[in-house]
């Protein structure tokens, strides 16, 4: 059974960091790439950043392009997202993915698999 479990979430002012975490079990992780999505009430699921199975190849959306960071630890099946500078429009619920494939996009499509979500909400 695959289990994607977020972690990390949280409130913080503008400007503010925080460092998201998920752990995958039941799924071939470090086969996979993997990613992080988040979804703001009335809005639909907007990709953020995406991650080769080996770590090597990271891709961002243009809006967190230089303050988010994703990263991996295969030993530990863990994801991380570092996010910095963050800003109050960036309130949403912020979730884990799975990928089918090696290397994915920002597409929902490419995941197979997904975390319940964990909350950041970001106050001006």
């Known amino acids: 059974q695959v289990q994607l479990v977020e972690s990390g979430g949280g409130s913080v002012q503008a400007g503010g960091s925080l460092r998201l975490s998920c752990v995958v079990s039941g799924y071939a992780f470090s086969s996979r790439c993997m990613g992080w999505f988040r979804q703001a009430p009335g809005k639909g699921r907007e990709g953020v950043a995406t991650?080769?199975?080996?770590?090597?190849?990271?891709s961002y959306a243009d809006s967190v392009k230089g303050r988010f960071t994703i990263s991996r630890d295969n030993a530990k099946r863990t994801l991380y997202l570092q996010m910095n500078s963050l800003k109050p429009e960036e309130n949403a619920m912020y979730y884990c993915?799975?990928?089918?494939?090696?290397?994915?996009?920002?597409?929902?499509?490419?995941?197979?698999?997904w975390g319940q979500g964990t909350q950041v909400t970001v106050s001006s």
């Open positions: 993915a799975a990928g089918r494939f090696t290397h994915c996009g920002l597409r929902t499509s490419d995941y197979g698999a």
């Open positions: 991650i080769s199975t080996g770590g090597s190849v990271t």
